[in-house]
């Protein structure tokens, strides 16, 4: 199906553990994005990615790593997980043209 | 400093009331803003798209409104429903090439049968 697709949905892991979370779009968007969302802070950027092999930091990188080898898939990875990164993190993919995101479910990570 | 500020936070009203959800931004320069819905346990989804030229655009039961002069946006919200219930998030999306996003913290609203 046509989409952007997180995964997992849910994790749980524990403190100083490597965690990937995969996204993956069907649409050839250029730009893929990572974003985490806590209560009271809204949606904030953490990479993003303008094409293959071309990746930014956004608001808060720190403790995050990303790659983008193919245009399709934007992995995420907490390299040591620490209990300040338990959040919902969205995938999103866009148009330039227009300014418009689109965004995976979500997936919701818990650092014990 | 690029900012977007919604209000209010919240919002509790009843089923088939009309309701209106601000948005302020000071960003520069301005390409366009974008109003998403986002439902419990969902990602956001674009309702309407406002240009710098546009005053007014309807989406269904959902208008929003654009008024560049004063840098400020509104989204009514008619006759609601209770799956209206969701949080609405303001983005201004920057005219400065690639693909530069400043978003609102939302304004949960909360529509009660």
């Known amino acids: 199906d046509a989409g952007?697709?997180?995964?997992?949905?849910?994790?749980?892991?524990?403190?100083?553990?490597?965690?990937?979370?995969?996204?993956?779009?069907?649409?050839?968007?250029?730009?893929?994005?990572?974003?985490?969302?806590?209560?009271?802070?809204?949606?904030?950027?953490?990479?993003?990615?303008?094409?293959?092999?071309?990746?930014?930091?956004?608001?808060?990188?720190?403790?995050?790593?990303?790659?983008?080898?193919?245009?399709?898939?934007?992995?995420?990875?907490?390299?040591?997980?620490?209990?300040?990164?338990?959040?919902?993190?969205?995938?999103?993919?866009?148009?330039?043209?227009?300014?418009?995101?689109?965004?995976?479910?979500?997936s919701r990570l818990t650092v014990l | 400093k690029n900012q977007v500020e919604q209000s209010p936070q919240s919002l509790i009203i009843l089923e088939g009331k009309n309701c209106t959800l601000q948005c302020n931004y000071t960003v520069s320069p301005f390409s366009n803003l974008r109003w998403y819905k986002q439902d419990t346990g969902r990602g956001p989804v674009s309702l309407t798209i406002m240009t710098f030229s546009e005053n007014t655009k309807s989406n269904g039961r959902y208008t929003a409104t654009l008024d560049a002069d004063t840098k400020q946006s509104s989204l009514h919200i008619t006759a609601s429903q209770l799956s209206d219930s969701a949080s609405y998030i303001c983005v201004v999306i920057l005219n400065t090439g690639g693909f530069k996003t400043i978003f609102g913290a939302g304004t949960r609203l909360f529509v009660k049968a």
């Open chain 1, 4 to 106: 952007i697709t997180q995964s997992p949905r849910y994790k749980i892991t524990e403190t100083g553990r490597q965690v990937t979370l995969m996204c993956h779009q069907t649409w050839s968007h250029s730009y893929m994005f990572w974003y985490r969302q806590d209560l009271g802070h809204g949606l904030r950027l953490i990479y993003y990615s303008a094409a293959a092999d071309i990746t930014d930091k956004g608001e808060v990188p720190d403790g995050y790593v990303v790659s983008r080898s193919k245009t399709e898939n934007f992995p995420l990875t907490l390299e040591s997980a620490t209990r300040s990164q338990t959040s919902v993190y969205f995938c999103a993919s866009g148009l330039p043209n227009t300014g418009e995101l689109f965004f995976g479910e979500g």
